[in-house]
Each structure stands twice: as C-alpha cells, then as structure tokens.
C-alpha cells in the first residue's frame, strides 16, 4: 500500500492528461532516472520571475535547491517566466540554442547565447515571447513540436528560428495546416502590399523639394493629379472625364451615314480638335510638373495619355503628306500607296477608343477590376485554356458526325470553331445547328460544359473584385476626409490669426 502511494507520490501536473512519458516503476530513482522520466510541465518547474528580488532570496534559494540537481538542469528565464530543463534532454538537440547551451563547457559561449545570466541563480535570461516558449519547452520533452490555430504564423516561425528549432519536428497534420495558414497569411500580405502601391500617388510631395521652381511644379502637379488637393483640382478632373466622354461620342457619331455630309463633318472635326487640344495641355502640364521623366514615361496612365493624342497628330500629319490633286495620268503605284495611306488613317483613327480608358484615372470601379484581372491572371489564364480545350474538343465531334451529312456547314474542324465558341458561351445564335441525333447531343455536351466553365470563375472574380472595390473605395474616403479637415483646420487658424490682430488693432486704437 504504501509503495502504491509513493508511486502516485512521484506523478507530476501534465498540461496534457494523455501523455506519459517515461515509466514510473521504481519509488527511489536515481537522478539519472529522474532526468529520463522528466515530465512535460511542473508548476514548481515554470514559475514567474521578478528583477526586484534581493540576492538574499536568491541564496537562499540556492542554498535549498538539492546540489544534485544544480548539475543537471539548465535554469531558463524567458520573459519573466522560469523554466528549468534538464541537461540530458537539451543536449539531445545539439544544434538548437538550449542544447548549446547545455554541452558548452565555455562560458563566453553560453553569455553569447543568452541575453544575460544571473550569477547568483544560475540562471539564463531570453527577452523572447514566454507563451511561445511553452511549445519550446514541451518539444525538449516530448520530441515533438506542437502547433496551435491560435499561434500567429510569422511570430511562431519567427521564435522557432531564433531557438534554432526545425518546424520538422512537429506532426505531419499540424504542419500541413501551419503551411496553409502560412501561405494564406504571405498571398494577403502579398495583396496588401499591391494594393498600397496602387494607391500610393505617382508623385510624392518630398520627391519636389529642392528641384528647379518644385513648388510651383508641385502645384501644378497637385491640381491635375490630385483631385482631393483643391476645388480647382476636381474640376479639371470632371472636365477631363467630360472630354473623353465627349471624344468616344464624336468618334461614334462620324461613323453614322446622316452625319457624313460637310457640315456634319466638319461639326465632328473641330470637336475632335477641340478635345485633342485639351488632352494634350493636360499632358504638357504633366510632363513639365513631374519630378522624374523616367518615372512618368513608364507609368501605365501616361502611355494611355500619349495614345490619346497621336492619333490626333498623325492624322493631321497623313493628310498634309497627301495633299494636292492627283493627275490622272501620274503612276499606278502612286495611286495605290495613296490607297494605303487612306487604310493606315481609319487604323490610327480607329486608336482613339483607347481614350475610355482614361476613366480609369478618376474611376475607382475601373481601377478595381484592372487590379482583379491582374491578381487573378492564373485563373483567368486556365480559364482560356479551358474554353480553347473544349471549343477543340467539340468542334473536332461535331465535324465527325456531321460531316457526311448534305448541304451541312460543318465542313471542316475550323468552320466548326464559331459554333464551338457561341455554343460555350451559351449564347447560340442559330446560324449553324446540327442535323443528326448524335450531333444534337455533341451539342447537349457541349452546352453543359459551357454552363459548368462560365459558372467556375465568377465567384473567385467577384469576391476578389468586391474586397478590392471596398478597399480602394475606403482609401478614396480617407483621402477625401483628410483633404477637408485640413482645409477646416486651416480655416480656423486662419480665422483666429484674424481675431488675434482684429484684437491688437483695438488694443492700440485704445492706447
């Protein structure tokens, strides 16, 4: 009975009911024993430290601590809470900070391991997190690296590195899970650092200082790429929206038959001179205010400016070169470069519905989706592939069961293509439609297919696009909210500093 009890006696407090390490069988172990069975956690193992304590605790202490074991447990401080680890089980982990610590024999070593070393404990102090340090101190018993949902993944892996730890160690499941959590954190950190750098303005305000005429061109710079900067600003930024508004509608309307005629003609072109004249002021304006030509002549917005204009000019430029009447009796290849000449003009005409896209300056829906389609190019990508897989697929069935059949326009796999593509789509015009039983279910499969391909991306896209729109849209209302305090504290400092001298001015008139 009462070696019973001493067998319960020798059982300690586990943070885990399940794990027993080692075997209790004798009731007077040696310490060497006793170093082996050394449990997971013990409250009189882990306890709170305090700076404040005299060296008359500590050698008191000391001078009841059993000798026996002051020469096989290491005394671990780590952010005010005490550990103590055998010797014996650090050293099975040389490569790990404790485990140096525990078969060093140099002194000078083990003080550039810690981050200071208290003589009359004996103990090592670590400015490291304590509550990490718990999944530290279970490893060195129990061989095996615990992870936790609640662990932050940059702070753990952080910690583990710096006690020199392998995320090895830990169990295969935890580790699948820690990596997902851990790629998943990197993907957000990835996107958040995008999406800064979109919001963060092609120009800063200190990049002006010390430049030739910097405030002007730094007010310049403000009032045509800052909407939020002034009054003045936002109007430029209307009218510039109302010009390309203008210029898409003027391009369109000189394609209708009614306006073809001289007077509607010319009503168009001097529109289209008018609006060129503004886009290219308001480029000059950008290229004399920018503070670095390398920067603006790559940014993405200004080649879209650039494109804007020179479809402008070179017509301009086409029509000078091919003035004056042309004799009948001149060379035939004369008459066909003129030819082309008038093809090459409707091309660069064509080049200015390209100026919609300088919405996108002032737009932050268009913004939004140029950021989700490069975000989710992989996607997208893989969806192009899917719809080229199964417009080849389909077309190639199509035209073997149909090809036999008399007066069919499935005559061969590329004339199968259209209806491959409008059938994916799931538009289906119509205009090509098969004959034959098996054909009429090439085209069931194919239409399935469609339904299943254009039903897979939408949701990625839309959710991406809705967290990308909402974040954007809450930078755009903090610029907003930010350019109007400041202009409100303005004007009260501006209004007390015409207060303070309204004051003086009595003060004198009554002197």
């Known amino acids: 009975m009462s070696g019973a009890i001493r067998q319960l006696g ?16 004798d009731c007077c172990p040696t310490p060497e024993k006793e170093i082996t069975v050394f449990p997971f956690a013990q409250g009189s193992l882990i306890k709170q430290w305090s700076s404040m304590q005299n060296v008359t605790d500590g050698n008191q202490e000391k001078s009841n601590a059993p000798p026996q074991q002051n020469r096989y447990f290491l005394n671990i401080n780590v952010g005010g809470t005490s550990f103590r680890i055998a010797c014996k089980v650090a050293a099975r982990y040389p490569i790990t900070r ?38 530290i101190f279970h490893f060195y018993q129990s061989g095996v690296l615990w992870i936790m949902d609640e662990l932050c993944p940059a702070n753990f892996v952080e910690e583990i590195e710096y006690w020199g730890i ?45 430049k030739c005429l910097g405030g002007f061109r730094k007010a310049v710079w403000n009032l045509i790429e800052n909407p939020y900067s002034s009054i003045p600003a936002k109007i430029i930024a209307i009218m510039s929206s109302l010009f390309v508004l203008i210029s898409i509608v003027s391009m369109t309307l ?20 008018v609006c060129a004249v503004f886009f290219t002021s308001e480029y ?27 479809p402008f000019y070179i017509q301009i430029l086409f029509e000078y070169l091919t003035e004056g009447d042309i004799l009948y009796h001149e060379e035939l290849h004369r008459m066909k470069s003129v030819s082309k000449l008038g093809k090459v003009l409707k091309l660069i005409k064509l080049l200015r519905i390209f100026r ?47 090809h036999d059949v008399p007066g069919t326009n ?17 538009v289906g015009y119509g205009d090509t439609v098969p004959d034959t039983v098996l054909g009429r279910m090439v085209a069931f499969g194919c239409i399935s297919f469609g339904i299943i391909l254009n039903g897979m991306p939408i949701s990625i896209l839309y959710n991406k ?15 907003s909210l930010s350019a109007k305090l400041g202009k409100k504290i303005c004007f009260k400092e501006r209004a007390m500093k015409k207060l303070a001298e309204c004051c003086c001015a009595d003060t004198h008139i009554h002197h």
């Not at 020798?10 to 069988?25: E, P, T, V, W």
């Not at 499935?410 to 799931?426: G, H, K, N, R």
């Not at 696009?465 to 755009?476: P, Q, T």
């Open 254 to 273: 000189s394609t209708v038959e009614e306006m073809q005629h001289k007077t509607g003609k010319a009503c168009m072109e001097q529109l289209e001179a």
């Open 10 to 25: 020798m059982r300690r407090a586990s943070l885990y009911d399940n794990l027993k390490i080692g075997s209790h069988q």
């Open 410 to 426: 499935f005559t061969s796999i590329p004339d199968a293509w259209w209806w491959a593509a409008v059938s994916l789509s799931t």
């Open 356 to 402: 919609i896209l300088k919405l996108a300056r002032h737009s932050t829906g268009l913004r939004a989706f140029g950021f989700t389609i490069r975000q989710c190019y992989q996607q997208v990508c893989c969806l192009l592939l899917f719809i080229a897989m199964g417009v080849f697929t389909f077309s190639a069935l199509m035209h073997s069961v149909e």
């Open 98 to 135: 404790i485990g140096k610590l525990a078969i060093y024999t140099d002194p000078m070593k083990k003080l550039q391991l810690c981050d200071d070393y208290s003589v009359q404990r004996n103990e090592y102090y670590f400015d490291r997190d304590p509550f990490v340090f718990y999944y």
């Open 465 to 479: 696009f809705s967290d990308y729109y909402a974040k954007l849209k809450a930078h755009e209302n903090e610029t």
């Open 166 to 210: 392998h995320l090895r160690y830990s169990q295969r499941c935890c580790r699948i899970l820690f990596e997902e959590k851990q790629s998943e954190l990197n993907e957000y950190l990835k996107v958040q650092r995008e999406l800064e750098a979109e919001l963060e303005p092609a120009e800063r305000e200190e990049e002006f200082e010390g």
């Open 284 to 310: 000059l304006m950008k290229l004399i205010s920018t503070s670095s030509f390398q920067k603006f002549l790559r940014a993405a917005f200004n080649a879209v400016d650039m494109l804007a204009i020179l």
